[in-house]
DNA sequence: ATTTTCAAT
């Protein structure tokens, strides 16, 4: 992706979902890169950004033998429904596991906290995004030009607020 | 108005 879609999705809010993703084959102890397995994707209009990584799942035509995993760097966190059909998609397809890194929790739509739960009650790991992963996105997914990742200001005191947010809501408390 | 919330209602 470009630069200004990094800073507009990553480091401030857009009304839209960027997903990059990595998709690994687990090889003795150590996880490979699939090929194509790393790229990016956005919302479509009705169609969450989440529901269309599903729809390239077929494409890696994934071995039921083997193991996977499947690491996102999201710049929302999924709604109910779209936590629903991830939570169908990983009972369907136990040699899959996911881990999602959120810039920040999407709240806009009732029901999220349940969503997010019921993820992490199928087996995904879900954090928020650090300085670590802001820094992997960027010199991953991003035409960067060799430019250094730049921490922007309240990077890391926005980053520890979701982080609470988001462990309030996994272990089922008010907030 | 506590902020640019995957167009939802």
């Known amino acids: 992706m470009d630069q200004d879609t990094f800073w507009s999705n990553f480091a401030n809010k857009e009304r839209k979902t960027y997903l990059c993703y990595e998709v690994e084959l687990l090889d003795g102890n150590s996880w490979v890169l699939l090929e194509e397995g790393r790229g990016f994707l956005h919302n479509q209009l009705r169609r969450h950004a989440e529901l269309c990584f599903l729809d390239r799942v077929p494409s890696w035509q994934l071995d039921p033998a083997k193991r996977y995993r499947v690491t996102w760097l999201l710049s929302w966190s999924p709604c109910t429904d779209c ?11 136990s040699h899959v596991s996911l881990r999602i890194f959120t810039a920040r929790i999407y709240t806009y739509l009732k029901g999220y906290e349940e969503g997010l739960r019921s993820l992490q009650g199928a087996g995904a790991h879900l954090a928020i995004m650090t300085s670590t992963e802001f820094e992997h996105c960027w010199g991953t997914f991003v035409h960067n030009q060799g430019t250094p990742f730049e921490p922007w200001n309240g990077l890391d005191e926005n980053s520890q607020e979701e982080s609470m947010k988001l462990q309030r809501i996994l272990q089922n408390e008010d907030n």
């Open 83 to 93: 936590a629903r059909d991830l939570v169908t998609f990983l009972q369907h397809n």
